[in-house]
């Protein structure tokens, strides 16, 4: 039986700072890099960030957070490496069990047989009374709203593919730190978006789950980076999920007056990011609910508008609603701020 740890544990754990996880698992730390841990390494290659808590070799490609070098130093699965981190740093971890779906909890007793087929049969029919009702609230038309239970599950353990490193790192040039922090993984193979099966996720595709001000996972959404011509849905969503605004969790760490950026979508995002910025996606304006409304309000708000007819009107809807929302000018021949990024940061770096 599988442990259930929740997404407040998780955020608790990924918020260790990553060096002094280092230091307790005994890697060598030199200024903020050491030897890699997944291959003969020589010099050090493996970076740390402990501003993300997130480390990523230079060398090999690989990379991650705290329960990522848990895992991959100690040899661990992922809830090992979670209960690893909860012994070490005084932090519980899996305050219940949650059973997988589909077994039947047994309570054997020697002396009273009758009494052990009862509570076997009792058990069974409220498994599949529970199960019968996740059917109807999770599949197809009856579905409202996303398995996040079902989507952390999914998410664990998952990596960036060889496909979706050289799309983040070698074509867009952004900085792995930023990431790892925001938990992107990827996926070559199509998956299933809800426990019942079924293939949703088309591979190969990035899996970016999208959080909360609190850090719980609200949903996961997948970008295709597969041939074009297969026609496949470039962005899709988990089911049962409704376009929100990306980013939400980093707004707890924006200090008074300090600039957060307003991008149109995660690879802007990600690019205001490998910029220097803290930065969210509001890829519409009818995403901003009164909750977001009271979040951004009186904030150093800035946007690099994408230069099409949607993006101007994406900046005037927000200008009305934050007045003190900055304009600015993307330079000639680039579309979006991903192309700024590009054509102006990555130079520089």
Same mark, same amino acid.
């Given at each position: ?126 498994? %599949?009374?529970?199960?019968? =009702?996740? #059917?109807?609230? @999770? ?6 709203? +996303?398995?996040?239970? $079902? ?6 353990? %998952?990596?960036?593919?060889? =496909?979706? #490193?050289?799309? @983040? ?6 900085? +792995?730190?930023?990431? $790892? ?13 809800? #426990? ?13 789950? $999208? ?139």
């Amino acid at each position: 039986m599988a442990e259930y740890i929740d997404s407040i544990t998780l955020s608790k754990l990924r918020g260790i700072n990553i060096l002094v996880v280092a230091d307790a698992l005994g890697i060598g730390l030199r200024h903020r890099n050491a030897l890699c841990i997944s291959h003969n390494d020589s010099n050090p290659s493996l970076h740390f960030w402990p501003s993300t808590n997130t480390c990523h070799c230079f060398a090999c490609g690989w990379g991650g957070d705290n329960i990522d070098l848990v895992m991959k130093r100690e040899n661990l699965s992922f809830t090992e490496a979670c209960q690893w981190l909860g012994r070490n740093f005084g932090i519980v971890v899996g305050n219940g069990r949650q059973p997988a779906r589909g077994t039947v909890g047994q309570q054997k007793t020697e002396c009273d047989t009758d009494r052990q087929q009862k509570t076997e049969c009792d058990t069974d029919r409220q498994q %599949k009374t529970e199960c019968d =009702t996740d #059917r109807i609230n @999770l599949r197809g038309p009856f579905q409202h709203q +996303p398995d996040v239970d $079902y989507l952390m599950r999914m998410l664990e353990g %998952k990596k960036l593919t060889e =496909t979706a #490193r050289d799309f @983040l790192f070698e074509q867009r040039k952004l900085r +792995p730190e930023y990431i $790892y922090w925001c938990r992107v993984v990827s996926t070559d193979f199509s998956i299933a978006g809800y #426990r019942f099966g079924g293939k949703f996720f088309d591979g190969p595709s990035l899996l970016i789950p $999208y959080y909360g001000v609190d850090g719980r996972l609200l949903t996961v959404q997948s970008r295709f980076l597969g041939d074009k011509s297969k026609e496949k849905p470039r962005f899709k969503f988990a089911p049962g999920s409704k376009p929100m605004v990306y980013g939400m969790q980093i707004l707890p760490q924006v200090a008074d007056n300090e600039p957060l950026v307003i991008t149109e979508g995660c690879t802007d995002c990600w690019s205001a990011m490998s910029m220097g910025y803290k930065a969210i996606a509001i890829p519409s304006a009818t995403l901003c609910n009164e909750e977001c409304r009271s979040l951004l309000s009186g904030r150093n708000l800035h946007m690099w508008p994408d230069q099409d007819k949607p993006g101007i009107s994406l900046y005037m809807k927000l200008k009305e609603m934050f007045p003190q929302l900055v304009y600015h000018q993307l330079p000639e021949g680039c579309k979006d701020l991903s192309d700024y990024y590009q054509s102006s940061y990555v130079q520089k770096m």
